[in-house]
């Protein structure tokens, strides 16, 4: 009786070493699996356009200059070019997502050196020195708005007959080093008192005040 007593404590706790032993060695090789997971898991990727191959392919140039080009373009905001293509003396047309629907245009010299940097109408770049950024020129509605309302009134105060006055509503409004310009076409009566059509350009600065005004007949 005592034998069999023994022998079924010892059943018992050799049952219950085992199970033990192997709760602990599931939970060491789940560490293991999970720790060599982290190790495998890569690395995030940053991403870079490089404009170089693109400039050099469109202008027939070597790297070292395609990347002073690409420089440039970079100081005045142009990047992820899509398109170069032209010449020095006509131009290099260039397009990009970040220019919209519109392009911008660079000149160069003989040596394929860009001198000048074009585009809708500001000049961004000329001789070596950074005159704008195409982000300068974005204008919010408000803005725009405002700059042709403005417009409109300063352009009445000079005309013969301010009350004749029908302006369209077609204009084009920018902005370069501060200086927001709307052009536009104004119909007013003349000093014949008949009806002319003028165009007219506006200038002002971050304060709105008028930095130049012109009509064309006055």
């Keep these: 009786m005592m034998k069999k007593t023994l022998f079924i404590l010892f059943l018992c706790l050799a049952i219950f070493s085992f199970s033990g032993c192997g709760g602990s060695g599931n939970t060491t090789a789940s560490q293991q699996k999970e720790s060599k997971l982290e190790q495998k898991a890569p690395a995030p990727k940053t991403l870079?356009?490089?404009?170089?191959?693109?400039?050099?392919?469109?202008?027939?140039?070597?790297?070292?200059?395609?990347?002073?080009?690409?420089?440039?373009?970079?100081?005045?905001?142009?990047?992820?070019?899509?398109?170069?293509?032209?010449?020095?003396?006509?131009?290099?047309?260039?397009?990009?997502?970040?220019?919209?629907?519109?392009?911008a245009v660079a000149y160069g010299n003989e040596a394929k050196e860009i001198t000048k940097i074009v585009y809708k109408n500001v000049t961004l770049y000329e001789n070596g020195k950074v005159l704008s950024n195409i982000s300068s020129g974005n204008l919010t509605n408000s803005e725009k708005h405002t700059a042709m309302n403005y417009a409109e009134r300063e352009v009445k105060k000079i005309l013969k007959d301010p009350a004749s006055a029908k302006f369209p509503g077609s204009y084009w409004v920018s902005k370069s080093n501060n200086i927001i310009s709307v052009v536009g076409y104004v119909d007013a009566k003349n000093s014949f008192n008949s009806m002319v059509k003028s165009k007219f350009r506006v200038d002002f600065n971050k304060d709105w005040k008028v930095e130049g005004i012109e009509v064309d007949g006055l």
Excluded: C, H, R, W
């Design 48 to 103: 870079s356009k490089d404009n170089t191959q693109a400039i050099k392919s469109g202008m027939g140039i070597d790297d070292d200059t395609a990347k002073k080009v690409d420089a440039i373009l970079l100081s005045v905001g142009i990047n992820d070019l899509t398109k170069i293509d032209g010449t020095p003396s006509m131009g290099y047309m260039i397009e990009s997502p970040l220019l919209g629907k519109a392009i």
